[in-house]
């Protein structure tokens, strides 16, 4: 009856996201009476997954396969159902991110499970199973009971803080045998970029809008970003203007962030791009209008041209850094 | 779309002395799903392509307007009204006013494409024989031709027919030879065909051509500099024996001071349409500020004096819109008339236009001064902001001006619907005479106290519409006999009526579209419309009574006087009403809504 | 195409986006990119038939038309509510089966509920697979050569058709109705059909707004060593 939980991994080092996916299946279990099951597919070190315990896995299942290092989400579908049915397990955990998406709801089908999409809760088991999550583009939250029997749940990042604990988890290997049909799409190139922090993972992201006025001004961005190890971000019609590729697009119709600070320089704070941002746990307006709407979804605020503001707080941040 | 077919339909000028029903004229909450689906292409149109672009717009970037033009014309704009046989698209006339509408807030472009697809095309949609029509139509339909209109001159503006541009048949009878000036003309910059108004030889009246710009003898001066609409061209055209083909003479010799006045008819209303379409614009966009707007720690949208304000914008607006909706409705219903009673169709719809002159100069007064206010207010609301070039108020303030300057001076526009009027009353046209006798007679008799007060949420206002309408019919009746014909040079008489029947139309039409609406959607839907309509008839009951004090103070004097001041302040007398309540109402569903939403 | 007559379906959730009275739109990603992307691959040759699906009730007519009025040959509506992406997506497998599409295109996530799990359910009850966050659709023979967003990047993938994608930003440009597109939505067939009853496996039980920030501090421009400090200190984010 274990809890089944997904786990991702890349480079050989598990996603930080991925012990929060745990940490959050653990709590799971611990409420319905049950142990974790973390599932890792793909080449990983045995060391690797030892963490996995120090946030709440009992036990781990491996699969090996070397096609997992890419998402195929039919055989990650099937590894899932694999272990599910093994463990007779009635909820399944995984991210709200790219490769969640693309498998949880597979398994939900195959399990009848309902399914919840971007958890902010842990489950109300007291008033059936219900759980927290962002509607209309973050501009409310809705409260979803899932009545099936078993449960899928894609749990939103950065939402609940990391407590590693020094519990252990034994670690079992599975080997799996698929059919083509589990690897019907073919991967012919992969393009990432390298040295960049991906955007939506990110903790931290430093983001312009048109008060940048011009591509030309976006090295004080970038810097601050790497002065802070942060992400960067842009507006609408940043992106639209073709001053930023568009994946740094944040907003209604663009990507959404979480991060524990999004600092914004210049950008106004119209809705559609709140609703991209408004998961942020601290928000820092840089704006030469005091009037701009912003401010009054920010946390902190400065008023002042980003040419000058963003160089100073580059070195202001550089300064803490080095006295730490 | 409602045909009424009824014979006894209301006429132009009629509305002075007949009543309309509500169910009977058109309402702009009619809309049906295919035209706010227009009217939605419309507003993603200038989102889309204009709006971004204002500052290049009005630095004229070379091919930027032109270039605006055929993107309008590929998503179908410029063809709205032409028939299909010359591709276009056949919807009727209230339809285009909407479209006319919605493009009106697109500054120096809704100039520009109301240039092109009235004046630069209308010409030669109604005028036109066949071959022209075949010739020319279809990319005028399409924007791969651009149309302007060559008829004011340095010294013919209001007086049009006394322009000086000649044309003399080349001696061999195969092109006329066009000489002369035109001046202010809209699109020549870019346009590729101009319908230029010239007298042959020694006529008295004008005769129109359609030259295409690449006519020996068309030359160009620079770009004037303008107080506003700078994105919008604007030359001097010089005619030097331009040579033009006699199978390019518009319709007869002779007949181009008719073209010019027909055309004029749909201009007026069509201007209306687009300066409505702009002050709902401009009043979105000062709600927006006012909301965001803080000072002694809040929004500047809580405070009364900024409420006054929206809320005028707003009626005033809505009074506008009122009379263009209702008016068009009126020409499309008066044309299909006379296309069922057996009358070609472009004919009917010149007929059915000319009907209603006197309400598209009078929408064209009211709706342009309208725009104006709302302007003016809302640079007062932006403040030091509204002064600012780098905020959007400071344009549509000197944009708007033009609007009571071209397609006929509002002073003009106000002594001809009341020369209109009265010249209609004198062919028996118009039943004038018998109403005002009517009117003339209840002054010497004593007011009826006893007469039932009508039950109905509409009783008070229909009753002081009734008593407008005898206050005009009074003073009019009065002026008339005094002055007879000396009545066409008091031009101040006239302004003062014109005023007044200006106001009597919007309050009418205002009146009965609330009147409609509480029908369609119940009291409690429309609180804010019925406030809107009590605040303008009890401002309008006040205005009509210094127009007419004014009148009457002018040209009557002793007794006659006396009873018609007394008369004059019975006719116009309502109920107190708290418009400051009324006005904190209407502005506070502005501020609600966030924008104009009425 | 040559052997095979190719036929797209689409997704267009209806989105209620006004408190007041029901102002409906598309949803921008079916909007925006999936239909476009549609009616482009018909426009060059390579798709024959669109097929435009929606779940709702009548009162979503209206936005049926307005995706009409881009483009489409014929818009099915299955009349129910659409209450949980595992409902809806039973509902428009349950005739696209009878159908046979080669194609299915949708946007990543309706701008309402924010799911994006309607898309994936659809094709794993239709046994395909799923594309999501695509950035671009190529179709070459029978195969899609799909552009999509992976974390720190782009990935392409070839896929044998039938396969569902799920559209994002970058697959097409959005584009305003014209006249005789406008015009056209009328004439196009609007088929209406009664699903077979399933039972939503969740249900949403009630709403909140978020909490108002508890109004921002001002930091002068020339002291970033406070901001960084409060940063550090106040919101322990640094």
Redesign the interface.
Known sequence: MSVIVLVEHTEGNIKKKSFEAVQYAAHIAQQTGTTATAVVLGSIADAEMEALGNYGAKKVVHIADDRFNELHARAYTSALIKVAQAGESKIIVTLYDINGRAVAPRVAVQLKAGIVAGALSYPDIDNGFVIKKAVFSGKAFAFVNVVSDKKVIMLMPNTFPLVKTDGKASIEKLDISFTEKDFGIKVTAVNKVVGEIPLSDATLVVSGGRGMKGPENWGLIENLAKELGAATACSRPVADAHWRPHHEHVGQTGGTVRPDLYIAVGISGAIQHLAGVNGSKTIVVINTDPEAPFFKAANYGVVGDAMTVLPRLTEAVKKFKQHK | MNITGSVNAIKGGEFLVRETEADSIFIPEEWN??QL??A??CT??LA?HVTPNLTRIDEQEEGLMPHLMEEAG????L??SIPEEYGG?GKDFTTSMLVTEKLGAGNSFSVAFSAHTGIGTLPILYYGNAEQKQKYIPKLASGEWKGAYCLTEPGAGSDANSGKARAKLSADGKHYLITGQKMWITNAGFADIFTVFAKIDDDENLSAFIVEKNFEGLSLNPEEHKMGIKGSSTRQVFFNDCKVPVENLLSERQNGFKIAVNILNLGRIKLGGGTVGASKEVITMAVRYAN???QFGRAISKYGAIRHKLAQQAIRTYGSESAIYRASQNMEEATEQFVASGMDEIKAKLKGTEQFAIEAALIKVHASETLDYVVDEGVQIYGGMGYSAEAPMDRAYRDSRINRIFEGTNEINRMLMVDMMLKRALKGELDLMGPAQAVAGELTSIPDFAAAEEEGLFSKEKKYIKGFKKAILMVAGAAVQKLMTQLGKEQEVLMCLADMLMELYVSESTQLRVEKLVGMRGEEACKEQLDIMRVYINDAAENILKSGKEAINSFADGDEKRMMLMGLKRFTKTEDINTIQARRNIAAKLITENKYCF | MPDTTTKIILNPNATAINKEGTTYVINPYDEWYALIRAIELKESGIATEIHLITVGKAEVEPIIRKALSLGGDEAIRIDAESIDPYQTAAYIADYAKSVGYDLVLCGKESIDYNNGTTGVILAEMLDLDYIGFATSIKIEGNSAIVNREIEGGEETDSCKLPVVIACQKGVAEARIPNMRGIMAARTRPLKVVTPSAVSPLTEILSYELPLAKSGVKMVSPDNMDELVELLHSEAKVI
Do not use: K, P
């Not at chain 2, 590929?74 to 704009?77: D, P, R, S, Y």
């Open positions: 799903e295919e689906m227009i939605e292409t993603n149109f889309q590929a998503l179908g704009l063809g709205i698209f965001e707007r803080e």
